[in-house]
């Protein structure tokens, strides 16, 4: 199988609610570990990771990637690490190479051929931080706009 052919899917489910979130801490950077939900990512229709995500924190990651991406104008690495877990290895990495690039978690459920086409990859991880950012603002009634910047990064 080559990298073209490979397809991925990102879901999320929410485990916590805007009742979570008092009210006068809506704006507070601590919200970012509130805002969980289990995520997962399906290759070519299987479970390769699955665990539960501070969402926000995800998003404000992503976010942040997208911007170096146009900044550079060139596609960078992403490392995905997490205030919740001191893990040495990023929780979930894209490194690309040629035209192709490699989805990576140090969690994964089982090994899979995860290896995808540059833009593919790119284009799927834009749609994801989009529909994230729509989702946690419907769900928990906050804008993500507050948290951009005010959440410490690993940075790499």
Same mark, same amino acid.
């Given at each position: 199988m080559d990298g073209v052919s490979?397809?991925?899917?990102?879901?999320?489910?929410f485990t916590s609610d805007e009742s979570d979130i008092p009210k006068k801490m809506r704006k507070d950077p601590s919200v970012a570990l509130k805002v969980e939900g289990e995520f997962e990512i399906e290759i070519n229709g299987n479970?390769?990771?699955?665990?539960?995500?501070?969402l926000l924190e995800f998003y404000v990651s992503?976010?942040?990637?997208?911007?170096?991406? +146009? +900044?550079?104008?060139?596609?960078?690495?992403?490392?995905y690490y997490t205030m919740e877990y001191e893990e040495e290895e990023p929780i979930i990495s894209l490194?690309?190479?040629?035209?192709?690039?490699r989805l990576t978690t140090i969690w994964e459920t089982q090994q899979l051929y995860n290896v995808f086409?540059?833009?593919?990859?790119?284009e799927q991880m834009r749609i994801l931080k989009e529909k994230l950012k729509r989702d946690i603002e419907l769900h928990y009634k906050i804008s993500v706009q507050h948290f951009i910047g005010q959440i410490p990064l690993?940075?790499?």
């Amino acid at each position: 199988m080559d990298g073209v052919s490979n397809k991925v899917e990102f879901h999320y489910q929410f485990t916590s609610d805007e009742s979570d979130i008092p009210k006068k801490m809506r704006k507070d950077p601590s919200v970012a570990l509130k805002v969980e939900g289990e995520f997962e990512i399906e290759i070519n229709g299987n479970t390769y990771f699955k665990e539960n995500l501070a969402l926000l924190e995800f998003y404000v990651s992503l976010n942040e990637w997208n911007k170096k991406i +146009k +900044k550079k104008n060139k596609v960078t690495e992403y490392r995905y690490y997490t205030m919740e877990y001191e893990e040495e290895e990023p929780i979930i990495s894209l490194i690309p190479f040629d035209n192709k690039a490699r989805l990576t978690t140090i969690w994964e459920t089982q090994q899979l051929y995860n290896v995808f086409d540059l833009h593919y990859i790119i284009e799927q991880m834009r749609i994801l931080k989009e529909k994230l950012k729509r989702d946690i603002e419907l769900h928990y009634k906050i804008s993500v706009q507050h948290f951009i910047g005010q959440i410490p990064l690993r940075k790499y």
